[in-house]
């Protein structure tokens, strides 16, 4: 698959890595051609590097690394977005004390709403860039989960698939609305990691267990949990 990484910062240049080394056709984009550029030389094979308007031009799927600015201001023209899958990895600033306001339009929502003619996906915002550094091994083991939302079944799945290439757990989350859900989340990580001091390696691992096979605790009513 080939993959623009527009922003080619600490996420940006970890995931294109990876992405890199399962084989995937990888092009760094950053403000200058040189700042591309150089990240080749840590990347090796399958990677290209220059500016975030040939990466742009270059992946089929593009990872958009820029929190909460508009792809206009990033990108000479944002047609070149037309039809391609826009990954957002984006939280929103941390505020003091942690006291997020509650999520009415998510990131990635605005994304999708600056760049119509993309197909935006969430995805790889519940955790810090360091835990990237133990995929795919030993981390496909401990079935770390990414929660993917988008309107578009078709990109939803393909980015599912380039999750799992890299050893992560692919959570289907369903349309791009859910995104205030996991952008929620990605906050809740972030407090865990700064401000519970858990540091940068704790994130969420979802596990669905096998019902019990009896009653012991006097059963339950019913109810939308099954």
């Known amino acids: 698959m080939k993959i623009g990484i527009i922003g080619s910062g600490n996420m940006g240049r970890s995931l294109g890595i990876l992405w890199a080394e399962q084989g995937h056709e990888v092009f760094f984009g950053a403000r200058t051609a040189e700042k591309g550029q150089a990240i080749v030389a840590i990347a090796g094979e399958n990677t290209q590097g220059g500016t975030n308007d040939q990466a742009a031009a270059f992946g089929d799927v593009l990872l958009y690394t820029i929190r909460g600015v508009d792809p206009a201001e990033v990108l000479t023209s944002t047609d070149v977005l037309a039809g391609k899958i826009l990954i957002d990895c984006n939280n929103q600033e941390i505020p003091e004390g942690f006291a997020y306001p509650p999520i009415t339009q998510s990131l990635a929502e605005k994304l999708a ?18 835990l990237f550094e133990l995929a795919p091994e ?40 859910r995104a205030r859900l996991i952008e929620g989340l990605g906050d809740f990580i972030r407090l865990l ?20 096979q009896e009653q012991r605790l006097g059963g339950r009513q019913a109810s939308k949990l099954g």
């Open 138 to 177: 030993p981390l496909k083991s401990h079935s770390v989960s990414v929660f993917v939302a988008g309107d578009d079944e078709s990109a939803r799945q393909t980015v599912m698939q380039l999750v799992q290439d890299i050893g992560f757990n692919p959570l289907d989350c369903g349309e791009l609305r």
């Open 193 to 212: 990691i700064i401000g519970q001091q858990m540091g940068a390696y704790a994130t969420i691992s979802v596990h669905s267990f096998p019902p019990a």
């Open 113 to 130: 709403g600056e760049v119509p003619q993309a197909k935006v996906v969430k995805a790889f915002n519940t955790m810090a860039q360091e």
